[in-house]
C-alpha cells in the first residue's frame, strides 16, 4: 500500500460543478501540500497545510490530522482547471512524498 | 513564474554519458529539492540542500549526485545513464529547511536517454 494515496485517479466533471479530491496518508506529516500540473508539464503549488482549511478564489484544500485526510475542493470548476492534481507530504525525516496525482477534465 | 529557473530545457544524450542539471533558487529561498518524474512511477523525491549542505536523500541513484554552491545555485549530476533515466527533473526552493514551508518549483528539464 502506498503510502499517500489519491482518489479519484480520474475525473472528469461538466462545467460549473463542485469538485473534491481525496488525499490519505500513513505516515507522520510535519506539512501537507497540494501541487497543480499542467498539459505543459510545470508544476504550482497550490496550497501548504499543517491543520484546518485555507481557501485561495475558488479553491479549497482542508486537512484532518487525526483522521490522517485531506481534501481539494474547487467549486464552479472550469475548463481552465483540467489538471492533474498532486498531493504531497513532508515527513518528519525532511522527506517529500507524493501520490500518484488525480487527473481533472473539465468539459466547457 | 516561480523564479525558480532550471536549465536546460531539455537534453537528449546516449546510454553511458554524463549529463548536469542546473537549478537556480528564488532570491532569498535557501532550500533546493530535486525531483524526478517519470511516466512509470510519477514523482519522487530524489534530495534536498539547505544552504550548501545535504539535508536529506530520498529514492536517489548512486549513480546520482547533486551539489549546491555558495551562491546557492545547485546542480544534480546525472551519469552511466540508462533508458530509464529519461524524465522529467524538477527543482524546487523553499525558505526553509523543513517542511511546512512552500515549494516553488522550477519549469522542469526534460532528459530523453536513447
Sequence with gaps: ????????????????????????????????????????????????????????????????????????????????????????VNTGGFKTIFGAGTRLFVKA | DSGVTQTPKHLITATGQRVTLRCSPRSGDLSVYWYQQSLDQGLQFLIQYYNGEERAKGNILERFSAQQFPDLHSELNLSSLELGDSALYFCASSVGDAGGYEQYFGPGTRLTVT
Design chain 1, 1 to 88: 500500500k502506498n503510502e499517500v494515496e489519491q482518489s479519484p485517479q480520474n475525473l472528469t466533471a461538466q462545467e460549473g460543478e463542485f469538485i473534491t479530491i481525496n488525499c490519505s496518508y500513513s505516515v507522520g506529516i510535519s506539512a501537507l501540500h497540494w501541487l497543480q500540473q499542467h498539459p505543459g508539464g510545470g508544476i504550482v503549488s497550490l496550497f501548504m497545510l499543517s491543520s484546518g482549511k485555507k481557501k485561495h478564489g475558488r479553491l479549497i484544500a482542508t486537512i484532518n490530522i487525526q483522521e490522517k485526510h485531506s481534501s481539494l475542493h474547487i467549486t464552479a470548476s472550469h475548463p481552465r482547471d483540467s489538471a492533474v492534481y498532486i498531493c504531497a
